[in-house]
C-alpha cells in the first residue's frame, strides 16, 4: 500500500507558508496555495518518480503548478516522503 508522509520540516515549511500567505495576502489565497500542494504531493502517490532528479541524489524534485512552490522528496518502495516544501527563491541549502 502507497503511503505519503510529511517530514517535519516540511510540515514546518507548509505553518511558515500560510503563516506569510495569511499576514501577505488573503485567506482564500493561503488556502488555494496549500491546496495545490497538497493535491500536487497526493499525485506523487500515482506517479512515484514524477519529478526531477537533478543531482543524482536521493531527492527529488517536483515545482507545483500555480505557486512558487517546489516539494522536494524521496520515494522508499511505496512510501512518498515530502522533505520540504520551498519557494522557488529560496536558497535550499541543505535538505537534510
Do not use: C
Not at 515549511?13 to 485567506?27: P, Q, V
Not at 511505496?78 to 541549502?93: A, C
Request: glycine share 10%; hydrophobic share 40%; net charge positive.
Amino acid at each position: 500500500m502507497r503511503r505519503l508522509t510529511y517530514g517535519g520540516p516540511a510540515q514546518a515549511d507548509l505553518n511558515a507558508i500560510n503563516r506569510f500567505l495569511n499576514a501577505e495576502a488573503t485567506g482564500q489565497i493561503a488556502a488555494d496555495q496549500l491546496e495545490r500542494v497538497r493535491t500536487t504531493a497526493k499525485r506523487l502517490w500515482s506517479f512515484l518518480n514524477w519529478g526531477d532528479n537533478p543531482a543524482g541524489g536521493s531527492h527529488r524534485t517536483l515545482r507545483v503548478r500555480g505557486t512558487p512552490f517546489t516539494l522536494f522528496y524521496q520515494v522508499h518502495g511505496q512510501e512518498v516522503i515530502i522533505v520540504r516544501v520551498l519557494h522557488g527563491e529560496r536558497d535550499r541549502g541543505s535538505l537534510d
